[in-house]
């Protein structure tokens, strides 16, 4: 992969925009008008340059000292180009955390090597293996304030393994850092001798977690029909769409969802090119050698069969500040499906303190993750979302208000 | 036929899939067209999207009456070409109508009240959508915005109460009279813009190569000298081998010196460039969260 996505998450004040400041400061990816800057504000503040600043944009986080909302931030080193998100760690702000995760392949749990482990730990470990980041770096940060001894980082990693098992975490790694200081980040720390293993930045440039959809059977969630309605393209009917899963070619039989029809490629488009073959993650429009009825949500697919049912198990990540009761209708959205749906249980709530799933009273609350079974108007077309990120993912938008609510994973 | 997709094709893959979005979910989707790079390239990843259909956006361009020639014969020429419809919305009429009010004082320009003209755009061309060529890397708080980014009936951002933004499902869902703005190219550096350019061959206006302009020095960079600028005391207009990095009003926007007068050499140098390119713009300096502050009045 030459580009990695990665997510920061942790407790409140445990370092997280601390360390991004230092990662980009370190690997020399900060502007000198925006370091003058953050110098400038870090004085006014009457603190030493305070590197948090160059994530913590928005006018309230400066003032309030925390981060209010994802920030994305861009650099390159010569070996892969890195686009992370610096979530918040706020529990008022978990669902901006899981917007900064969603589109990660990677997470850097942050924790305070004095405290360790304490609840939004916990929280965001589970949210980072619900939604399925295929590598963590657990970044036992603050050594500076336990005198850089070891014992403090075995400790916390030790305590760890049990909520890895518990959020199925799967690939995790650990470092020994200081954000403030800056050892072990980008450049090597001579105060933790015992301490062999590579630096925070070395081992984001090694990482390669493995992204199963792109290997799959092929999946092609259609977002509109291209018709040109020229003399030129009189009777072109092209379905525009971004490839889910799997790849496809020139000559290639799919089925069209939901009809279940079969059909043969005979075109495959980027702009004005035309393509042999369509990966997972490009976006090309697609041409078939006879007419059948596609429309936005209808999905092409080769291979397996993808999941054709209107009652689906998921686990359910409940966002919105107004809780979920029962009874109440939502709409479904994803990219094989779109439509009415309602909560026709809430099977289990997960309990952050025993780290067990328990049965609930029906309500979801905030911040709450469910096991559920969703009921949809109509069957969509989707995965399981541990195959595939892209068909397995939806959400839940409030009909009324256009809020989203909850953010879903199909089992 | 690359096996193995480059950063950049990546990058021109999520662009085109949001712009498809855009189209899907919004009824007049339009496109914020400044004339400058970056909306240029959302205006070329918008043609490659719907291909071979045309583009089937209008370009909006929000006129300050304070333009570079140039900038107004490329969008003329531009949007002839491509085969789009153009709304404009013009800063002087407003101001006319007394809707909006010239800026007082020395520093005063016409920045700020761009916004007024674009929200009373949006109103009477009953735009849902407006698309810009707006990158999380040009600013801090545009760091923090969603690809679909929210706007009230009075066209304000919210940041402290963005929708969660899951995965690739985008949520456009409004009440009557709100809008959304949405970024395209949210994920792209600079550099990734100029390295697209070079690699689609797309045009620009020539403001961004080197040649010997008319400039005086005003706050920590050389700004053109034009009809809409009076000089104060001691300035004193030189020629200069100038370039653009950003193009704005030309009362506020700062070139700097530069040789790079072909699209190698521009790479070349911002590859070696240690400011942000909005560094040479006065807006962006008045305060430490100025840009924040006009987006949430309905700024771009
Ligand atoms: N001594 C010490 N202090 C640190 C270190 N890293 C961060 N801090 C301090 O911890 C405080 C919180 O840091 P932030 O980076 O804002 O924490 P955060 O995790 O981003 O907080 P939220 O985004 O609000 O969840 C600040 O005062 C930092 O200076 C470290 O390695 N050592
Ligand atoms: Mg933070």
Known sequence: MNVLRFTTAGSVDDGKSTLIGRLLYDSKSVFIDQLDAVAASSKRRGTELDLSLLTDGLKDEREQGITIDVAYRYFATPKRNFILA???GHVQYTRNMVTGASTADAALILIDARHGVVEQTRRHSFIAGLLGLRAVVVCVNKMDLVDYREPAFTKVCEDFEALRKAAGLPEVHFVPLSALVGDNVVDASGRMPWYQGPTLLSLLEDLEPIEPAAAS???FPVQLVIRPRTSEHHDFRGYAGRVAGGRIALGDFITVWPEGIEAVVNGIYLGSQKLQTASYGQSVVITLDRDVNVARTSVLSAGSQPKREASLKARLCWLDSKSHQPGLRYEFRAPGGQGQAMIAEVAKVLNLDTLEYELGDGSLGTNQIAEVVLRCAQAPTTEAYSDQRIMGGFVLVDPVRGATVAAGMIQ | MKEQPSFLDELEAEAIFVIRE????FERPTILFSGGKDSIVVSHLAQKAFAPAGIPFALVHVDTGHNFAETLEFRDRYVKQIGAELIVGSVQDSINRGTAQEEQGPLGNRNRIQSVTLLETIDRERID???????RDEEKARAKERFFSHRDA?????????????????????????????????????????????????????LYFAAPRQVIWRNGSWLPVSDFISLRAGEVPITKTIRFRTLGDITITGGIESDADTLDSVIAEVETLRQTERGNREDDKRSESSMEERKKQGYF
């Open chain 1, 86 to 88: 610096d979530t918040p």
């Open chain 1, 217 to 219: 059977d092929f999946r």
């Open chain 2, 22 to 25: 855009a189209y899907a979910q």
């Open chain 2, 129 to 135: 959508c407006l698309m810009g060529g707006g990158r």
């Open chain 2, 154 to 206: 009075f066209g304000q951002w919210d940041p402290k109460n963005q929708r969660p933004e899951l995965w690739n499902l985008f949520n456009g869902a409004k009440q009557p009279g709100e809008h959304f703005r949405v970024f395209p190219i949210s994920n792209w550096t600079e550099m990734n813009v100029w390295h697209y350019i070079r690699q689609e061959g797309i045009e620009l206006p020539s």
